[in-house]
């Protein structure tokens, strides 16, 4: 963790920002200490504050962990990934996303289709930008290569496939992003503070769609933007053709367009669907002109697209839409209060 978070770092608990106990640095990073919040200005004369651990630079806040799709996700993930010297082999991980397909030949289109997302949202230098359920990292790094301050988010802080994973890209390829352990129901930012979100099959894992949505909204800018690919959605056509759950492993679960409107609308959002990268070059080179106007007209039709396996979304925060609520957290007493001397405070 280096510094300049805390500037839109926020208590769970109390919406207070935060100082930090500096155990252990490497250069301007932290690598371990603790967050100890301002406390509440209206209990206990402000002396009531929270404090979260930060270990080997990633910070443990985990309000949103009582979740029972939380926990199932983290033991699903614990308990599976093994079988294969390649699963921690540190230079096949650092070649993600190119590289995912000689481990899942089913992510092909992993890498083309967020790269594609990121282009469409224009990455400023110096954006915030919070990539949720980010599992092993790749989707951060190619963030950070933007030159966007980049947060990573995720429930599993494991090396290899979670957050400790960062390590090996930070030296592979000579970039930094911050890490964050958390559910993407509790979202630990200050209100209006982050320029972009992004999800790469990651939304579909969330144990509240409405909740997830309503927190981006909350720390979005005006003029913000969530974008999401390579996610699991059902269709009407999916009903009749492939009505198969895909619930089984770990938290993930079929999210229905129509569900997933409802939410949208009520988080405040406007909404934009494209073809996701993978089925637009599939029908280009089969095709060929034809394939690209066949894109443009399904483009046009929000309804036909949704009938496609794969989408890319766009859910855009109108500067008119400002009114959010702030999350309602309850308030913990800590047996211990540290005197705000002892902290590097940051206003």
Same mark, same amino acid.
């Given at each position: 963790?280096?510094?300049?978070?805390?500037?839109?770092? *926020?208590?769970?608990?109390?919406?207070?920002?935060?100082?930090? *106990?500096?155990?252990?640095?490497?250069?301007?990073?932290?690598?371990? #200490?603790?967050?100890?919040?301002?406390?509440?200005?209206?209990?206990?004369?402000?002396?009531?504050?929270?404090?979260?651990?930060?270990?080997?630079?990633?910070?443990?806040?985990?309000? #949103?962990?009582?979740?029972?799709?939380?926990?199932?996700?983290?033991?699903?993930?614990?308990?599976?990934?093994?079988?294969?010297?390649?699963?921690?082999?540190?230079?096949?991980?650092?070649?993600?996303?190119?590289?995912?397909?000689?481990?899942?030949?089913?992510?092909?289109?992993?890498?083309?289709?967020?790269?594609?997302?990121?282009?469409?949202?224009?990455?400023?230098?110096?954006?915030?930008?919070?990539?949720?359920?980010?599992?092993?990292?790749?989707?951060?790094?190619?963030?950070?290569? /933007?030159?966007?301050?980049?947060?990573?988010?995720?429930?599993?802080?494991?090396?290899?496939?979670?957050?400790?994973?960062?390590?090996?890209?930070?030296?592979?390829?000579?970039?930094?992003?911050?890490?964050?352990?958390?559910? !993407?129901?509790?979202?630990?930012?200050?209100?209006?503070?982050?320029?972009?979100?992004?999800?790469?099959?990651?939304?579909?894992?969330?144990?509240?769609?409405? *909740?997830?949505?309503?927190?981006?909204?909350?720390?979005?800018?005006?003029?913000?933007?969530?974008? !999401?690919?390579?996610?699991?959605? #059902?269709?009407?056509?999916? /009903?009749?053709?492939?009505?198969?759950?895909?619930?089984?492993?770990?938290?993930?679960?079929?999210?229905?367009?129509?569900?997933?409107?409802?939410?949208?609308?009520?988080?405040?959002? #406007?909404?934009?669907?494209?073809?996701?990268?993978?089925?637009?070059?599939?029908?280009?080179?089969?095709?060929?002109?034809?394939?690209? !106007?066949?894109?443009?007209?399904?483009?046009?039709?929000?309804?036909?697209?949704?009938?496609?396996?794969?989408?890319?979304?766009?859910?855009?925060?109108?500067?008119?839409?400002?009114?959010?609520? !702030?999350?309602?957290?309850?308030?913990?007493?800590?047996?211990?209060?540290?005197?705000?001397?002892?902290?590097?405070?940051?206003?």
């Amino acid at each position: 963790m280096k510094t300049d978070i805390l500037e839109i770092l *926020r208590c769970p608990q109390c919406h207070s920002k935060f100082g930090v *106990r500096v155990e252990q640095r490497s250069g301007d990073e932290i690598r371990s #200490g603790q967050l100890v919040c301002h406390g509440h200005p209206q209990l206990d004369g402000g002396r009531l504050r929270h404090h979260y651990d930060i270990e080997d630079g990633i910070v443990h806040f985990c309000e #949103g962990f009582a979740e029972e799709i939380v926990q199932k996700e983290i033991e699903y993930e614990n308990t599976t990934y093994h079988g294969s010297d390649r699963l921690t082999d540190p230079q096949l991980i650092a070649g993600f996303p190119d590289t995912l397909t000689e481990l899942w030949p089913h992510t092909a289109h992993f890498g083309p289709d967020f790269r594609v997302l990121i282009d469409r949202i224009d990455i400023r230098p110096g954006d915030w930008v919070l990539d949720i359920g980010t599992g092993p990292c790749w989707s951060s790094r190619l963030l950070a290569q /933007r030159g966007a301050r980049v947060i990573a988010l995720d429930v599993n802080e494991a090396n290899f496939y979670g957050l400790k994973t960062s390590d090996i890209l930070f030296s592979a390829h000579n970039v930094y992003f911050e890490r964050v352990l958390e559910s !993407m129901t509790h979202l630990p930012f200050a209100n209006e503070s982050i320029d972009r979100i992004t999800f790469n099959a990651s939304f579909h894992h969330t144990p509240d769609h409405d *909740r997830t949505l309503a927190e981006c909204f909350r720390v979005l800018k005006p003029d913000g933007i969530v974008a !999401m690919v390579n996610e699991e959605f #059902g269709s009407i056509r999916q /009903r009749f053709f492939c009505p198969e759950s895909t619930s089984d492993t770990g938290s993930h679960h079929r999210i229905e367009y129509a569900e997933f409107d409802r939410s949208v609308k009520k988080a405040g959002f #406007g909404a934009e669907f494209y073809v996701a990268e993978h089925v637009r070059e599939k029908l280009h080179n089969k095709f060929s002109a034809f394939g690209d !106007m066949l894109v443009q007209a399904v483009e046009q039709v929000p309804l036909a697209l949704k009938q496609l396996n794969s989408a890319l979304i766009i859910l855009k925060k109108e500067p008119a839409n400002r009114s959010f609520a !702030m999350p309602i957290q309850p308030l913990r007493i800590e047996s211990e209060t540290a005197p705000l001397g002892v902290l590097q405070s940051h206003a």
